[in-house]
């Protein structure tokens, strides 16, 4: 009896140990993690987690659940000190793995903070590309930003002035309408702006069909763009303007109150 309490004895000295060492662990990463020192607090943390979650003892299992709110900003923090050196493919790769823990650990705060800094990573990184020129290439960055931060009305508005200028104008119109249609005042500004381009772009587009006396292309593209949005008001103008350069009067005459029924400026109306 008196040796199996000694094992006793034994067992609860190396539970209490290991309990202080992660705990010691734990608080050097949180250390770490306070004074903005990440890269130095990851490991630490990451080795609570792993411990902790295979541990039996509740204070460990505690400190591990704790670690799991703080590695994902800890990663989004990192991302966004690569991002200011324009270091932007460590910037997508600890971006990308903020979000992935932030959903695995449920921490939905890093979750959303995630989304926008991969957007605002490719936004950055594709305006390089698109101030130089280089369309096809700001293009292909901006969709992979879209489609990971929708709501980034700039950047949708920079993607379709891309697909416009590869002469896209499908799908840049369609683009660059959504935003210029977005009533929240928050994006005003970014919907202005989308509003000039589909301006700017639906004359440029006009003008190359009627030069080339391509009234069927135009109409094309009209007819491809109601497809998406039977109520899209550059494509019923466009559309009633082709059939005008075809001398299509009847059609004209069919479609033209439609069309102005739903423009957005009374001049167009």
């Known amino acids: 009896?008196?040796?199996?309490?000694?094992?006793?004895?034994?067992?609860?000295?190396?539970?209490?140990?290991?309990?202080?060492?992660?705990?010691?662990?734990?608080?050097?990463?949180?250390?770490?993690?306070?004074a903005k020192n990440y890269a130095e607090a990851l490991p630490a943390l990451e080795t609570v987690i792993a411990d902790g979650m295979i541990s039996e003892n509740p204070d460990e299992q505690n400190l591990a659940a704790t670690a799991k709110t703080l590695v994902p900003n800890c990663y989004f923090r990192l991302a966004m000190a690569d991002l200011q050196a324009k270091n932007y493919e460590a910037a997508l790769e600890k971006a990308n793995r903020s979000l992935d823990l932030a959903i695995l650990y449920d921490?939905?705060?890093?979750?959303?903070?995630?989304?926008?800094?991969?957007g605002m990573i490719y936004q950055q990184q594709g305006g390089e590309a698109y101030n130089a020129g280089d369309y096809a290439t700001a293009?292909?960055?901006?969709?992979?930003?879209?489609?990971?931060?929708?709501r980034n009305a700039q950047m949708?508005?920079?993607?379709?002035?891309?697909?416009?200028?590869?002469?896209?104008?499908?799908?840049?119109?369609?683009?660059?309408n959504k935003v210029a249609s977005n009533p929240n005042p928050k994006y005003a500004e970014?919907?202005?702006e989308a509003k000039n381009f589909v301006t700017m772009y639906t004359n440029n587009m006009v003008a190359g069909?009627?030069?080339?006396?391509?009234?069927?292309?135009?109409?094309?593209?009209?007819?491809?763009?109601?497809?998406?949005?039977p109520q899209n008001p550059t494509a019923l103008k466009i559309r009633v303007q082709?059939?005008?350069?075809?001398?299509?009067y009847d059609q004209v005459i069919a479609l033209a109150e439609e069309a102005a029924m739903y423009q957005v400026e009374a001049e167009d109306s």
Request: aromatic share 10%.
């Open 156 to 176: 949708a508005n920079w993607l379709g002035s891309c697909y416009c200028e590869l002469g896209d104008y499908t799908q840049g119109l369609a683009i660059l």
């Open 107 to 118: 921490v939905t705060k890093t979750e959303n903070n995630a989304k926008r800094l991969i």
């Open 209 to 229: 069909f009627q030069q080339s006396n391509d009234f069927d292309g135009m109409l094309a593209v009209a007819e491809q763009m109601l497809s998406v949005d």
């Open 242 to 248: 082709a059939y005008d350069g075809k001398k299509n």
């Open 139 to 150: 293009a292909q960055i901006f969709a992979k930003g879209y489609e990971a931060d929708p």
């Open 1 to 34: 009896m008196k040796k199996l309490f000694l094992t006793l004895v034994a067992l609860v000295g190396v539970y209490t140990l290991s309990a202080q060492t992660l705990t010691e662990t734990y608080n050097a990463g949180a250390t770490a993690y306070s």
């Open 190 to 192: 970014q919907a202005a």
